[in-house]
């Protein structure tokens, strides 16, 4: 006779065991959680399949901000202009995704159920360096995948309520995970906004300017990298921004992204000066 939490060959029956990922792999090889095998078929051509392209986050003095543009591509064709990559995770994080956008919000879904269900089992959520640590390990189950393309390299952050203060991580392709000091920026565009992020992060920066310089850099982002989209007034479309705070993830209403995009172009000009360089031709 097995005892009250475990089952035949010794895995924990159904609601003993806190990972929900777990829980669906030891029902069989073939679960929907294991992996499928490496395949070579180079007979085959390659599928094209949509990309995310550029997410950073930043700490300020309530917590984090998180945002995305809204663009997705197909190699070189736009796939969708309005594709979301910032989720919730729980009441108090949040994950933005850049790589496969199919395969990373298939994680993210996945990842969302893998704490809630740990929050009912256990009674209590998973701490913060908890799910950073859960989400390295789910990035790495996907290392199969990215050897085939399929490459998903997320950012996660959230408000840490037993330290009371923003937290923010970074991860590769393997799994490896880092805690972020300040900001950072993953994605194809990611260079250019962190640069924009370095010379305008400052400590303590309130809610309006942190906003603002997320929405900055992924406009700078979006003048040098094809891939990146930036903000269209003409269409509505503006970049995904959310605020992780003691209270919780709130969505930054596109009111307050409309006005820091404002906000910027008018301190640049760049309505007037057209922005970036053009090569011009005398034709005389």
């Not at 930043?58 to 984090?64: H, I, N, R, S, T």
């Not at 209590?124 to 050897?147: H, T, V, W």
Request: net charge negative.
């Amino acid at each position: 006779m097995t005892g009250l939490g475990a089952g035949p060959g010794g895995r924990p029956l159904f609601g003993s065991n806190p990972s929900f990922s777990d829980l669906v792999a030891g029902s069989g090889p073939d679960a929907p959680g294991s992996p499928p095998p490496i395949q070579s078929h180079p007979e085959q051509p390659v599928a094209t399949f949509s990309h995310g392209t550029t997410v950073l986050a930043l700490k300020y003095a309530d917590g984090v901000i998180m945002a995305g543009d809204r663009r997705a591509v197909e190699g070189f064709t736009i796939a969708d202009e309005r594709i979301e990559k910032v989720f919730p995770a729980d009441e108090h994080s949040a994950v933005a995704i850049a790589g496969a956008a199919g395969q990373a919000t298939e994680i993210v879904r996945l990842f969302q159920t893998e704490l809630e269900h740990y929050e009912k089992v256990e009674g209590e959520r998973l701490s913060m360096e908890g799910k950073a640590n859960r989400l390295a390990q789910m990035i790495r189950g996907n290392f199969p995948m990215a050897l085939q393309g399929l490459v998903v390299v997320p950012l996660f952050g959230g408000f840490d309520e037993r330290r009371a203060e923003g937290r923010l991580f970074r991860y590769d392709v393997t799994g490896g995970r880092w805690e972020e000091a300040d900001y950072h920026s993953t994605g194809s565009g990611s260079l250019h906004a962190r640069g924009t992020l370095k010379k305008g992060w400052r400590r303590g920066l309130d809610r309006g300017a942190a906003v603002q310089l997320a929405v900055e850099a992924l406009y700078d982002a979006s003048q040098e990298d094809v891939a990146t989209g930036g903000p269209n007034p003409l269409r509505g479309i503006y970049p995904s921004v959310k605020a992780m705070t003691a209270a919780g993830v709130e969505i930054v209403p596109e009111d307050e992204v409309r006005a820091a995009f404002q906000t910027i172009v008018g301190e640049t000009h760049e309505g007037v000066r057209g922005g970036g360089s053009q090569a011009k031709e005398d034709l005389d």
